[in-house]
């Protein structure tokens, strides 16, 4: 109830002041075209990123996790158990903006320089890359991520705290900890260290959801201080134990194609087209705040629906049903049960012709 009150007391501050032009509700006097409504079914909950900048980690989860109920035949996705509910934090942990690391074939490297880099984005909508990036970064022959149930989102925002300082903070006695630590056990050349794994995992304590108590968890200590990066040190700590949900290898498409471009009239076609087969659709570098750091704020969400609705008076408007991850309190006092006026959610793309991958989705596996 404190965690949904908090949240609550957060969107109302943190988004109000745009929601109203980003996400504009339609009239209850406007009334559904008869047949054109589609909307996908079967759609995970909405859930809430807090005050974290991770809404694409989020909306590839909400895409992700689609797939795999979709494949696995689940019947109400919405209220699937944490041991099946795609982790978003492992998702974001797929998402790096070193590109020469990778190119230079860090082992891994993609699955942790940006868990390291949490503390950059917190707060912040930055939006620059899209959850396509992390669902291309993850093996072709199939996915396999780890659940809530292994790291549950909320205890650990709760524990990080609600500001990009006291992520920072943390962050920075963390790194601190596994140098000292780390150097103190290569010194000794031994293979453990007692005092080292000990002291280490005290400091890995004021994070993780579920505290390393025992002899076994002291060993993971261990591999984690034996790895040459902060980054994987943490994904280490934060993935330890990982009931793997695993699925097939979704055919992942994008509009416009890379090198095209398309007008904002264009981009609402093709949502509508989506949908209308039963495929969610990523929505990315929308502009929704010009009092972020980056002077706009850009956003990812998820649309899962689509209709026409006219007046009396014969004036139409469209419709997106958004998926929205700042939380089902925020999706009720802003849109219609998800629904929101699309010419007013897609003018906040600020350019025309659009150039970059706008929208991302997942087809089923062939």
Same mark, same amino acid.
């Given at each position: 109830?404190?965690?949904?009150?908090?949240?609550l007391?957060?969107?109302?501050?943190?988004?109000?002041?745009y929601a109203?032009s980003?996400?504009t509700?339609?009239?209850?006097?406007?009334?559904d075209?008869?047949?054109?409504?589609?909307?996908?079914?079967?759609m995970?909950?909405?859930?809430?990123?807090d005050?974290?900048?991770?809404?694409?980690?989020?909306?590839?989860?909400?895409?992700l996790?689609?797939q795999?109920?979709?494949?696995?035949?689940?019947s109400?996705?919405?209220?699937?158990?944490a041991n099946?509910?795609?982790?978003?934090l492992?998702?974001?942990?797929?998402?790096?903006?070193?590109?020469?690391?990778?190119?230079?074939?860090?082992?891994e490297?993609?699955?942790h320089?940006?868990?390291?880099?949490?503390?950059?984005?917190?707060?912040?909508?930055?939006?620059?890359?899209?959850?396509?990036t992390?669902?291309?970064?993850m093996?072709?022959?199939?996915?396999?991520l780890?659940?809530?149930?292994?790291?549950?989102?909320?205890?650990f925002?709760n524990?990080?705290?609600?500001?990009?300082?006291?992520?920072s903070?943390?962050?920075s006695?963390?790194k601190?900890?596994?140098?000292?630590?780390?150097a103190?056990?290569?010194?000794q050349?031994?293979?453990?260290?007692?005092?080292?794994?000990?002291d280490?995992?005290? /400091?890995?304590? %004021?994070?993780?959801? @579920?505290?390393?108590?025992?002899?076994t968890?002291?060993? &993971? =200590? !261990?591999? $984690?201080?034996?790895?040459?990066t902060?980054?994987?040190?943490?994904?280490?700590?934060?993935?330890?134990k990982?009931?793997?949900?695993?699925?097939?290898?979704?055919?992942?498409r994008?509009?416009? /194609?890379?090198g %095209?471009?398309?007008? @904002?009239?264009?981009?609402?076609?093709?949502?509508?087209? &989506? =949908? !209308?087969? $039963?495929?969610?659709?990523?929505?990315?570098?929308?502009?929704?705040?010009?009092?972020?750091?980056?002077g706009?704020?850009?956003?990812?969400?998820?649309?899962?629906?689509?209709?026409k609705?006219c007046?009396?008076?014969?004036?139409?408007?469209?419709?997106l049903?958004?998926?929205n991850?700042?939380?089902?309190?925020?999706?009720?006092?802003?849109t219609?049960?998800?629904?929101?006026?699309?010419?007013?959610?897609?003018?906040?793309?600020?350019?025309?012709?659009?150039?970059?991958?706008?929208?991302?989705?997942l087809?089923n596996?062939?």
């Open positions: 109830m404190k965690l949904l009150l908090l949240t007391i957060l969107n109302y501050f943190s988004f109000n002041i109203q980003a996400f509700k339609v009239s209850a006097e406007y009334k075209v008869a047949g054109s409504v589609s909307e996908v079914p079967n995970p909950r909405i859930r809430s990123q005050s974290l900048g991770l809404c694409q980690s989020f909306a590839g989860a909400t895409l996790q689609k795999y109920c979709d494949q696995e035949k689940v109400n996705c919405s209220q699937i158990s099946e509910e795609i982790s978003p492992h998702v974001w942990s797929y998402i790096s903006t070193n590109k020469i690391s990778q190119e230079a074939g860090v082992k490297n993609h699955r320089i940006s868990i390291e880099n949490l503390a950059k984005v917190f707060g912040e909508n930055v939006g620059k890359i899209g959850s396509g992390a669902i291309l970064n093996k072709k022959d199939g996915i396999s780890c659940s809530e149930a292994n790291f549950p989102f909320d205890q925002a524990k990080y705290g609600q500001s990009e300082e006291a992520m903070a943390i962050l006695n963390l601190a900890t596994y140098e000292t630590q780390k103190k056990m290569e010194a050349s031994t293979e453990a260290c007692d005092s080292c794994l000990k280490t995992a005290m /400091a890995l304590n %004021n994070v993780l959801p @579920k505290p390393l108590t025992t002899d968890d002291l060993k &993971v =200590v !261990k591999r $984690g201080l034996a790895k040459d902060f980054g994987e040190f943490l994904f280490e700590s934060f993935f330890y990982c009931d793997k949900i695993s699925m097939k290898f979704p055919d992942g994008v509009f416009p /194609a890379v %095209n471009t398309a007008t @904002k009239q264009q981009l609402k076609n093709k949502i509508a087209e &989506v =949908v !209308k087969n $039963g495929y969610p659709v990523g929505l990315n570098s929308l502009c929704v705040d010009k009092s972020a750091k980056d706009c704020g850009a956003h990812e969400l998820v649309v899962s629906g689509f209709k609705s007046n009396t008076a014969g004036k139409c408007v469209d419709q049903k958004v998926h991850s700042w939380g089902q309190g925020w999706q009720d006092q802003y219609n049960n998800g629904w929101v006026n699309a010419d007013d959610l897609l003018n906040r793309y600020e350019a025309e012709p659009i150039t970059k991958q706008a929208i991302v989705w087809q596996p062939n």
